[in-house]
């Protein structure tokens, strides 16, 4: 398999809510997102990064407050679409998205793939399904993201099938294995969204990536084990989760210093990444 990360748009906010003792300036959070070649299930993506619809769907009141809380800077040749001419791939070829969670920064573009089966957790998308227009700020979800086909390309994860992982998963002991031939394997990162899943997936040259969505902002918190300002804790539904999960994956990176851990906002990582 073929791994490639890109990002599509950033969006600023202040470097010490997203980390404790951050400096008091802006800095960019790109929206990460990844492309898979794999010789038997085609293009797939994890996650989508922005794309034009967040600027449609944050126009009107109370949902421009998320425009302003993050406000977001995206170029067209970004675009998710856009950059897969690069690899000679259109949308339709993309037959699978991978969803971490369902922040809007993730899968704004998920309408933009037609023949794509949505991969998630059942729970980061059943506690959206229930509430009212008038919650989704809460939660940060922008329900005109959501493709109206969505249900029926819907694969969710089957939670009753986890599988044990082995030492060089450890501190994580469970996960599901996405495709069926362990190439993708989704494990749950629990705290910052309802059902935010993980993904490690092993390219053809043996390169083993820790994609960890948004469980922690910037590669710093997970080396010093330094979480958000407490105000962000207001966002995130189970606060004491995520710092537990933060302290895994400090484990986890001092653990396997060779997997490369992969955070969908830090910039220096991304960075770094798209280089390869
Ligand atoms: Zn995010």
Known sequence: MKINILHAGYCTAPE?????????????FPAMFALFRHPQFGAMLFDTGYSYRFFDETKKFPKRFYRWMTPVTLHEEELAINQLSTFD??????SHIF?????????????????????????????????????????????GLIPSDFDSRSQEVDINKTILLSEEYAPFKTGYDLLGDQSLIGVELPGHAHGQMGIF????????????????WLKQS??????????????????????????????????????????????ATIRAMEKL
């Not at 010490?16 to 960019?28: C, L, S, V, Y």
């Open 201 to 216: 997936a092993r390219d053809e040259s043996g390169q083993v990536f820790f994609f960890v969505a948004d469980a922690a």
């Open 89 to 94: 791939l259109r949308p339709q070829d993309i």
């Open 222 to 267: 997970i080396v010093e084990n330094r979480p958000p300002h407490k105000v962000a804790n207001f966002l995130f539904p189970d606060p004491e989760a995520y710092r537990k999960t933060l302290k895994d994956l400090q484990t986890f990176y001092f653990t396997h210093p060779e997997t490369h851990v992969v955070p969908s906002h830090c910039e």
């Open 99 to 143: 969803i971490s969670h369902f922040h809007a920064d993730h899968i704004t573009a998920l309408p933009d793939f037609p023949a794509a089966r949505f991969v998630y957790l059942p729970h980061a998308f059943g506690h959206l399904r229930g509430l009212s227009p008038s919650e989704d700020m809460k939660h940060a979800f922008l329900r």
């Open 16 to 28: 010490h809510i997203a980390i404790h003792g951050g400096r008091w300036r802006t800095i960019h």
